[in-house]
């Protein structure tokens, strides 16, 4: 059964965190990655404040909250 979009997308940007979050050290690496196979990312912030209330990723056109995207792989990058 193959994924149809967003799905596949989704699936996409999933595997990638989750492979590169386990071989990145810092922020600046795995954004630096995740560039390189497609993967834009955008921060939202709380108010007017510097406070990271969220992130998004985009790929293909198609943007997914980071929530909806890779919950367990998200965990782990706010260990960075």
Do not use: M
């Not at 994924?3 to 595997?15: A, F, H, N, S, V």
């Not at 939202?44 to 929530?67: A, L, M, P, R």
């Amino acid at each position: 059964h193959r994924l149809k979009e967003p799905d596949k997308t989704r699936y996409e940007i999933y595997q990638v965190l989750k492979r590169e979050v386990a071989r990145c050290s810092d922020w600046n690496t795995l954004l630096k990655r995740l560039k390189a196979e497609g993967i834009d990312v955008r921060f939202k912030y709380k108010g007017n404040t510097n406070e990271v209330q969220g992130i998004i990723f985009t790929k293909n056109g198609y943007h997914f909250n980071g929530s909806k995207t890779a919950v367990s792989a998200i965990q782990r990058l706010t260990r960075l």
